[in-house]
T-cell receptor, first 114, second 113 residues
Framework: NAGVTQTPKFQVLKTGQSMTLQCAQD?????MSWYRQDPGMGLRLIHY???????DQGEVPNGYNVSRSTTEDFPLRLLSAAPSQTSVYFC?????????????FGPGTRLTVL | QQQVKQSPQSLIVQKGGIPIINCAYE??????FPWYQQFPGKGPALLIA?????SEKKEGRFTISFNKSAKQFSLHIMDSQPGDSATYFC????????????FGAGTRLAVHP
């Protein structure tokens, strides 16, 4: 199993540009999440999904959109990038089975907005 | 408002030392407290987790101590090694189903040979 994969690994955008960060998992996990990691602030939840077709907002959703058309994929869209969105983005998945708590993280996407 | 406070921000120990990282939480309804380990350029990975019905949990050289009355929990790394150098995050959530993990700010640990 590849686990959780993310593309691209690095991206530089100009203010106002849009882009989609890709995330896929092959563990048949029901739950998927997007986090951003900033120095001194830990990981903060952007959006999450409890199944295909179901998404909800996390702690810092403004400026980001998500959709979940399949169990495997959970893309994160930046509609109009801003310098405040410069961060490292992590996608994670977890299973509804058992306690459902352990989250498996992807390798991250480092985004710079100029 | 930060619901999980982690300290220290950074920590340097010599090989064989016992680094201790502390976390405090506010919501008494939390019942799942994991620690994640992150190496540079990688995503975080679950290291060890505890639920409030026990006061201590050990897995290899890693121990979580939990004090429910004080709303605090800590990570101890016994016989630390240079390979333990990483950033450590504590977190808290509710168990069962999808529950949002609330992370601490992280502690950057360096273990010198």
């Amino acid at each position: 199993n590849a686990g959780v994969t993310q593309t691209p690994k690095f991206q530089v955008l100009k203010t106002g540009q849009s882009m989609t960060l890709q995330c896929a998992q092959d563990m048949n996990h029901e739950y998927m999440s997007w986090y951003r990691q900033d120095p001194g602030m830990g990981l903060r939840l952007i959006h999450y999904s409890v199944g295909a077709g179901i998404t909800d907002q996390g702690e810092v959703p403004n400026g980001y959109n998500v959709s979940r058309s399949t169990t495997e994929d959970f893309p994160l869209r930046l509609l109009s990038a801003a310098p405040s969105q410069t961060s490292v983005y992590f996608c994670a998945s977890s299973s509804r089975r058992g306690s459902g708590n352990e989250q498996f993280f992807g390798p991250g996407t480092r985004l710079t907005v100029l | 408002q930060q619901q999980v406070k982690q300290s220290p921000q950074s920590l340097i120990v010599q090989k064989g030392g016992i680094p201790i990282i502390n976390c405090a939480y506010e919501n008494t309804a939390f019942d799942y407290f994991p620690w994640y380990q992150q190496f540079p350029g990688k995503g975080p990975a679950l290291l060890i987790a505890i639920r409030p019905d026990v006061s201590e949990k050990k897995e290899g050289r890693f121990t979580i101590s939990f004090n429910k009355s004080a709303k605090q929990f800590s990570l101890h790394i016994m016989d630390s090694q240079p390979g333990d150098s990483a950033t450590y995050f504590c977190a808290a959530s509710f168990s069962g189903g999808y529950n949002k993990l609330i992370f601490g700010a992280g502690t950057r640990l360096a273990v010198h040979p």
